[in-house]
């Protein structure tokens, strides 16, 4: 039983802030709060579509550039994906409805070699798609 507590006690030292839904997710190694974490540091542009739309249209960019989609949950509106299916550099991608017609898209990622690698690629898709 003392081990039992031990071990509890340990993994909430190790995990520090992160909720317990998270624990299991850090152990599997999908967690998306280091991307969170890092949303002070993202890059970030409007875009004219509602949420729901932006949201599906960035899905369908990132499958169009190879990257792997590991997480997603359209209550948070957001996509976590890694840059390929070898390459598992986190980056996540947030959307914010500013109002029924305007969106604003982040990319964040505790690496800046990634969003800024994404970031650009995911918003320019965007854009030409807004301009068709």
Known sequence: MRFIVFSLMALVLIEGCATV??????????STK???????????KPFNYDSGTCYKKARE???????????QDKKKKMIAIYLSEEDTTPVGIFFTEINEKLTQVE?????TYAKEYIAPRLFAGLARDYAR
């Open 61 to 71: 960019i990132l499958a169009d550039l190879g990257t792997y989609i590991y997480a």
């Open 21 to 30: 839904k998270d624990i299991p997710k850090g152990f599997a190694g999908i």
């Open 34 to 44: 280091v991307l969170e974490d890092n949303r002070k540091g993202a890059i970030a």
């Open 107 to 111: 990319v964040s990622s505790p690496s």
